[in-house]
């Protein structure tokens, strides 16, 4: 190296040297200069727990025959005595006028699959339906009326579903703004159609049937 190119090797050394000072003792400057950061996600809104049998905090419906996801006792089909499960809820929101109930299977080989138990115009203030409902158009003691079944008679019609994967069997409870009122049994096409507009909750317990 040249005694020319000595000053020059002296000067980029100093150069350098106040340039690292400046990064190390200058963090004002450098955290001005980054990107700013993204603003927070906003936080969705917290979700109703769930309790031991997976239903939704709030208006729940539960079984003593069965838990939510379970195999429904062969009583409660038509491989055994065919009668109703015995059914319990709660939490019925305020305002409620009456409760309506459905139980269908989604999974049947038909179109829109196959309809088992229909019944509306229940007060608010019945907590639950026993076993072995009658299968007549009225609820005998308890104050609701009954719909049609996928056969089309009232009642209660228990799980029949052709050999092969379980089937699920949907027991859906609405709570409704309005009473909904029929001159002749519904089916439950009519009895939702009726609902709409007037469904301030629902809950659904759910059990399995195969063969």
């Given at each position: 190296m040249s005694l020319m190119d000595k000053p020059k090797l002296v000067t980029m050394l100093v150069v350098a040297a106040v340039l690292l000072a400046c990064l190390v003792g200058c963090p004002q400057q450098q955290a001005a200069e980054e990107t700013p950061a993204a603003p927070p996600e906003p936080v969705a809104e917290e979700q109703p727990g769930t309790n031991e049998e997976g239903q939704a905090m709030g208006m729940a419906i539960t079984s003593t025959a069965f838990k939510q996801g379970e195999r429904i006792p062969v009583k409660y089909t038509a491989d055994g005595e065919n009668v109703s499960p015995p059914l319990q809820w709660t939490g019925v929101p305020e305002g409620t006028r009456t409760l309506a109930l459905i139980c269908h299977d989604p999974d049947a080989p038909r179109q829109g699959g196959f309809t088992h138990w229909v019944l509306y115009a229940m007060q608010p203030t019945v907590t639950?339906?026993?076993?072995?409902?009658?299968?007549?158009?009225s609820g005998g003691d308890v104050p609701c009326m009954q719909g049609l079944n996928g056969a089309g008679r009232p009642g209660y019609m228990g799980p029949s579903p052709p050999p092969g994967k379980p089937h699920r069997y949907q027991f859906t409870l609405y709570a409704l703004s309005d009473d909904v009122v029929f001159e002749t049994p519904p089916d439950r096409v009519r009895l939702l159609e009726a609902m709409q507009g007037h469904i301030i909750a629902q809950t659904t317990l759910e059990g399995l049937y195969g063969r």
């Open positions: 639950g339906l026993p076993e072995n409902m009658p299968k007549t158009a």
